[in-house]
């Protein structure tokens, strides 16, 4: 069977991340797999070299031509592979595959609905896409349920699944707050930082590290300074070993405004690293955090709750050991091979003789 994964590049981001991984792990178990890659040009995930990586995106034109361009792409790119399914992580870029006879389509919605494509035109041919669709994948139930029962009737809602061999938190760790994730506007780092400038009044002896790089990273940094935190708050970068760093800090936290499910979250919870995480309105975060019991969830955009919930945690070892311990469980609930057996299932329901 010949499975084609549509992502927007192999290079970044937790949905191009389990796109390759998706692809590795059919390879593994005998598909012919294409991997799409349709607005980046850019490998840095390791994807198996049994996947056939193609680039379908365009240059010069203006954005409308270019996208319709990429739009047609694809749909060359299956027919004339002879794709029997496709499973895409992108949304207009669908607009065409309905073209092709006989072609089973799985897409996946992997952010907030209420941001992405949810005005005029763009909101009319994401529902008509999904629409379109044979199997939608969510990743909360809240997401599920932005859409119609039309759309709803044919969804399943898989998680992110855990991957390699993660370590386990040292409660001897150091006095380090620790936060994740590409420095933009959705992350609200800001709120995290104005939490911690009140937090580390009642706790000096604490630093917030901060890993990632985005287009923020100047306005955070002044924002560090102005509050006199440039010693004790650092913008770490990206790094290779985060999951080590994640299992040495006291508490992680994530301050995001929106998204669909942080894979960081979900990495911290399996390490079991104490987690205070805002109560997105996609659900992601109180899918997996029951509030009290292996995290917080905290209000968007509330630095005073926040700064309430991480000097609770900071003073507290006994409760830190009763999250630890009880967020470990997600890692059976997401294991990848749960999760990525899930997925196939979807592929052969389809493809059924």
């Known amino acids: 069977m010949k499975v084609c994964i549509v992502a927007n590049c192999a290079s970044r981001g937790g949905a191009e ?23 980046l040009d850019e490998i840095k995930y390791d994807i198996d070299p049994r996947v ?19 739009y047609s792409n694809l749909l060359e790119l299956v027919k004339r592979n002879n794709v029997d399914t496709v499973v895409s992580f992108m949304t207009l ?93 959705a ?26 790089e985005g287009e923020l990273r100047g306005q955070l940094q002044s924002l560090i300074d102005s509050n006199g935190l440039t010693e004790s708050v650092i913008l770490a970068g990206n790094v290779n070993d985060i999951h080590k760093r994640m299992a040495e800090a006291e508490i992680y936290v994530s301050s995001s405004k929106y998204e669909g499910i942080s894979n960081s979250m979900i990495e911290a919870l399996a390490i079991g690293v104490p987690t205070i995480c805002t109560d997105v309105a996609s659900g992601g975060a109180r899918e997996y955090i029951r509030n009290g019991e292996n995290g917080y969830l905290v209000k968007v955009g509330d630095a005073t709750e926040l700064y309430t919930q991480m000097m609770i945690l900071a003073e507290n070892i006994e409760l830190r050991r009763k999250f630890s311990v009880s967020s470990r469980k997600i890692r059976q609930e997401l294991s990848a091979d749960k999760i990525f057996g899930e997925w196939e299932r979807l592929i052969c329901n389809g493809n059924k003789e």
């Open 93 to 185: 870029e669908n607009l065409f595959l309905p073209l092709k006879k006989d072609l089973y389509k799985i897409y996946s919605m992997r952010s907030d609905p209420e941001r992405t494509f949810n005005t005029g035109i763009k909101k009319i041919l994401r529902d008509y896409i999904y629409s379109s669709s044979d199997i939608m994948v969510f990743q909360t139930q809240g997401t599920k349920k932005y859409f119609s029962k039309r759309i709803q009737e044919k969804s399943v809602v898989l998680g992110n699944p855990i991957i390699g061999d993660l370590p386990y938190w040292n409660e001897n760790c150091s006095k380090v707050i620790l936060a994740a994730g590409r420095l933009t506007d």
């Open 17 to 39: 991340r389990v796109a390759v991984l998706l692809a590795n792990y059919l390879c593994d178990k005998g598909y012919d797999v294409i991997y799409a890659a349709i607005l």
């Open 187 to 212: 992350k609200d780092f800001p709120m995290l930082i104005n939490a911690f400038s009140m937090f580390a009044k009642k706790k000096p002896g604490y630093r917030l590290l901060i890993y990632g």
């Open 52 to 70: 056939k990586y193609i680039f379908c995106g365009v240059e010069g034109g203006n954005k409308f031509t270019r996208s319709i361009k990429r």
